[in-house]
Protein backbone atom coordinates (compact mmCIF):
# COMPACT_ATOMS: atom_id res chain seq x y z
CA UNK A 1 0.00 0.00 0.00
CA UNK A 2 0.94 3.75 0.02
CA UNK A 3 0.43 6.62 2.29
CA UNK A 4 0.23 10.02 0.75
CA UNK A 5 0.97 11.97 3.49
CA UNK A 6 2.49 15.52 4.97
CA UNK A 7 3.99 15.95 8.62
CA UNK A 8 1.73 16.82 11.18
CA UNK A 9 -1.57 15.71 9.29
CA UNK A 10 -3.87 13.25 10.15
CA UNK A 11 -2.52 10.98 7.89
CA UNK A 12 -0.08 10.02 11.14
CA UNK A 13 -3.59 8.83 12.81
CA UNK A 14 -3.43 6.25 9.18
CA UNK A 15 0.26 5.94 9.63
CA UNK A 16 0.25 4.68 12.79
CA UNK A 17 -2.83 2.00 13.17
CA UNK A 18 -0.78 1.20 9.79
CA UNK A 19 2.41 0.04 12.20
CA UNK A 20 0.31 -1.21 15.02
CA UNK A 21 -0.68 -3.75 12.61
CA UNK A 22 2.44 -4.43 11.33
CA UNK A 23 1.18 -3.60 7.55
CA UNK A 24 3.53 -2.63 5.17
CA UNK A 25 3.59 0.60 3.17
CA UNK A 26 4.90 3.23 1.40
CA UNK A 27 4.76 6.55 2.93
CA UNK A 28 4.92 9.23 -0.43
CA UNK A 29 5.02 12.97 -0.20
CA UNK A 30 1.60 14.44 -1.20
CA UNK A 31 2.15 18.02 -3.01
CA UNK A 32 1.71 21.21 -1.24
CA UNK A 33 -1.13 22.03 -0.29
CA UNK A 34 -3.06 23.60 -2.95
CA UNK A 35 -1.16 22.07 -5.33
CA UNK A 36 -3.02 20.31 -8.18
CA UNK A 37 -1.53 17.26 -7.64
CA UNK A 38 -3.51 17.18 -4.00
CA UNK A 39 -6.45 17.96 -5.76
CA UNK A 40 -5.73 14.97 -7.92
CA UNK A 41 -5.83 12.55 -5.13
CA UNK A 42 -8.17 13.77 -2.93
CA UNK A 43 -11.10 15.85 -4.23
CA UNK A 44 -10.74 18.72 -1.48
CA UNK A 45 -7.11 18.89 -1.42
CA UNK A 46 -6.26 16.92 1.73
CA UNK A 47 -4.07 14.34 3.45
CA UNK A 48 -4.27 11.35 3.66
CA UNK A 49 -4.85 8.92 1.03
CA UNK A 50 -4.50 5.66 1.20
CA UNK A 51 -3.75 3.39 -2.03
CA UNK A 52 -4.60 0.06 -1.52
CA UNK A 53 -2.47 -3.09 -3.18
CA UNK A 54 -5.20 -3.29 -6.34
CA UNK A 55 -4.10 0.46 -6.78
CA UNK A 56 -7.85 1.89 -5.14
CA UNK A 57 -7.41 5.01 -3.40
CA UNK A 58 -9.38 5.69 -0.55
CA UNK A 59 -9.47 8.83 2.03
CA UNK A 60 -10.50 10.57 5.37
CA UNK A 61 -8.56 9.54 8.04
CA UNK A 62 -10.95 7.54 10.50
CA UNK A 63 -12.68 5.90 7.42
CA UNK A 64 -9.10 4.25 6.66
CA UNK A 65 -8.02 3.13 10.64
CA UNK A 66 -11.63 1.60 10.84
CA UNK A 67 -11.22 -0.56 7.52
CA UNK A 68 -7.41 -0.86 8.01
CA UNK A 69 -8.14 -2.34 11.91
CA UNK A 70 -11.11 -4.73 10.11
CA UNK A 71 -9.29 -5.91 7.42
CA UNK A 72 -7.28 -7.12 9.99
CA UNK A 73 -9.35 -8.67 12.71
CA UNK A 74 -7.32 -10.75 14.45
CA UNK A 75 -4.84 -8.47 15.70
CA UNK A 76 -7.76 -7.18 18.20
CA UNK A 77 -7.23 -3.52 17.15
CA UNK A 78 -11.06 -3.17 17.00
CA UNK A 79 -14.07 -5.02 18.16
CA UNK A 80 -15.61 -7.49 15.87
CA UNK A 81 -18.64 -5.20 13.39
CA UNK A 82 -21.68 -5.13 14.87
CA UNK A 83 -20.71 -6.45 18.26
CA UNK A 84 -21.58 -4.26 21.29
CA UNK A 85 -18.28 -3.53 22.00
CA UNK A 86 -18.29 -2.21 18.55
CA UNK A 87 -21.09 0.14 19.52
CA UNK A 88 -19.10 1.40 22.70
CA UNK A 89 -16.13 1.73 20.52
CA UNK A 90 -17.48 3.79 17.22
CA UNK A 91 -19.56 6.14 20.23
CA UNK A 92 -16.64 7.19 21.40
CA UNK A 93 -14.28 7.26 18.29
CA UNK A 94 -17.66 9.59 16.98
CA UNK A 95 -17.70 11.85 19.73
CA UNK A 96 -14.10 12.68 19.74
CA UNK A 97 -14.37 13.02 16.03
CA UNK A 98 -17.74 15.01 16.03
CA UNK A 99 -17.31 17.18 19.49
CA UNK A 100 -13.37 18.07 19.71
CA UNK A 101 -11.93 17.81 16.43
CA UNK A 102 -14.80 20.48 14.56
CA UNK A 103 -13.33 22.86 17.99
CA UNK A 104 -9.47 22.12 17.75
CA UNK A 105 -9.85 23.17 13.41
CA UNK A 106 -11.34 26.17 14.40
CA UNK A 107 -8.94 27.48 17.16
CA UNK A 108 -6.53 26.81 14.73
CA UNK A 109 -7.65 28.63 11.67
CA UNK A 110 -8.49 31.65 13.60
CA UNK A 111 -4.91 31.51 15.34
CA UNK A 112 -2.59 29.87 12.88
CA UNK A 113 -4.04 29.21 8.96
CA UNK A 114 -6.57 32.68 8.21
CA UNK A 115 -4.57 35.73 7.80
CA UNK A 116 -4.25 38.06 10.34
CA UNK A 117 -6.88 40.39 9.19
CA UNK A 118 -9.21 37.69 8.41
CA UNK A 119 -9.16 36.51 11.81
CA UNK A 120 -12.25 36.91 14.85
CA UNK A 121 -11.19 37.64 17.94
CA UNK A 122 -14.35 36.12 19.51
CA UNK A 123 -13.91 32.51 18.05
CA UNK A 124 -10.76 31.73 19.70
CA UNK A 125 -12.41 31.75 22.94
CA UNK A 126 -15.83 30.81 22.47
CA UNK A 127 -14.32 27.35 20.96
CA UNK A 128 -11.99 26.70 23.76
CA UNK A 129 -15.01 26.76 26.23
CA UNK A 130 -17.13 24.83 24.18
CA UNK A 131 -14.12 22.44 23.74
CA UNK A 132 -13.91 21.76 27.91
CA UNK A 133 -17.54 19.58 27.81
CA UNK A 134 -16.70 16.98 25.59
CA UNK A 135 -13.12 16.96 27.41
CA UNK A 136 -14.46 16.79 30.42
CA UNK A 137 -16.66 13.60 29.45
CA UNK A 138 -13.60 11.71 28.00
CA UNK A 139 -11.76 12.91 31.26
CA UNK A 140 -14.38 10.56 32.88
CA UNK A 141 -14.22 8.13 30.62
CA UNK A 142 -10.25 7.33 30.87
CA UNK A 143 -10.01 8.22 34.28
CA UNK A 144 -7.87 5.10 36.19
CA UNK A 145 -8.21 3.65 32.85
CA UNK A 146 -5.02 2.65 30.12
CA UNK A 147 -7.48 2.69 26.92
CA UNK A 148 -11.14 3.98 26.58
CA UNK A 149 -12.42 0.58 25.70
CA UNK A 150 -11.34 -2.71 26.32
CA UNK A 151 -8.17 -3.97 27.63
CA UNK A 152 -5.24 -2.86 25.14
CA UNK A 153 -5.11 -0.40 22.73
CA UNK A 154 -7.17 0.00 19.99
CA UNK A 155 -8.30 2.61 17.10
CA UNK A 156 -9.96 4.78 19.03
CA UNK A 157 -7.44 5.14 21.63
CA UNK A 158 -4.81 6.06 18.42
CA UNK A 159 -6.86 8.74 17.01
CA UNK A 160 -8.17 9.88 20.21
CA UNK A 161 -4.55 10.09 21.63
CA UNK A 162 -2.82 12.12 18.19
CA UNK A 163 -6.01 14.57 18.49
CA UNK A 164 -5.41 15.07 22.06
CA UNK A 165 -1.61 15.89 21.39
CA UNK A 166 -3.11 18.62 19.20
CA UNK A 167 -5.26 19.95 21.80
CA UNK A 168 -2.09 19.89 24.72
CA UNK A 169 -0.27 21.47 22.21
CA UNK A 170 -2.82 24.03 21.65
CA UNK A 171 -3.18 24.52 25.54
CA UNK A 172 -6.56 22.58 26.40
CA UNK A 173 -5.36 19.78 28.54
CA UNK A 174 -4.49 21.75 31.85
CA UNK A 175 -7.03 21.10 34.11
CA UNK A 176 -7.59 17.13 32.57
CA UNK A 177 -4.88 15.49 34.31
CA UNK A 178 -6.32 11.97 33.00
CA UNK A 179 -6.44 12.85 29.35
CA UNK A 180 -2.87 14.07 29.85
CA UNK A 181 -1.57 10.43 31.51
CA UNK A 182 -3.34 8.48 28.90
CA UNK A 183 -2.61 10.55 26.17
CA UNK A 184 1.53 10.03 27.65
CA UNK A 185 0.93 5.95 27.88
CA UNK A 186 -0.21 5.91 23.93
CA UNK A 187 3.00 8.60 22.72
CA UNK A 188 4.95 6.19 24.24
CA UNK A 189 4.15 2.98 22.69
CA UNK A 190 7.37 1.99 20.74
CA UNK A 191 5.16 2.22 17.45
CA UNK A 192 4.33 6.08 18.24
CA UNK A 193 7.96 6.73 19.25
CA UNK A 194 9.12 5.68 16.26
CA UNK A 195 6.63 7.76 14.51
CA UNK A 196 6.38 11.04 15.82
CA UNK A 197 10.12 11.41 16.97
CA UNK A 198 10.62 13.83 14.62
CA UNK A 199 7.00 15.75 14.46
CA UNK A 200 3.88 15.18 17.08
CA UNK A 201 0.59 13.55 15.39
CA UNK A 202 -2.53 15.29 14.48
Not at 34 to 45: D, N, Q, S, T, Y
Not at 105 to 124: F, K, M, Q
Not at 143 to 168: E, F, H, I, N, S
Not at 182 to 201: C, I, K, N, S, V
Amino acid sequence: MKLYWRPQTRASRVEWVLAELGEPVERVLAPESGAPGRFRLHPLGRVPVLEDETGVQRFESVALCTWLADRRSERGLIPAAGSPERATHDQWLMLAVTEVEPLLDLICLHTEELPAAERNAAVVPWAAARLAAPLAVLERAVAGRDTLVGDRPQVVDLVLAAMLAWAGRQGHLGPFRALRDYRDRLLQRPTARRLFAEAPPC
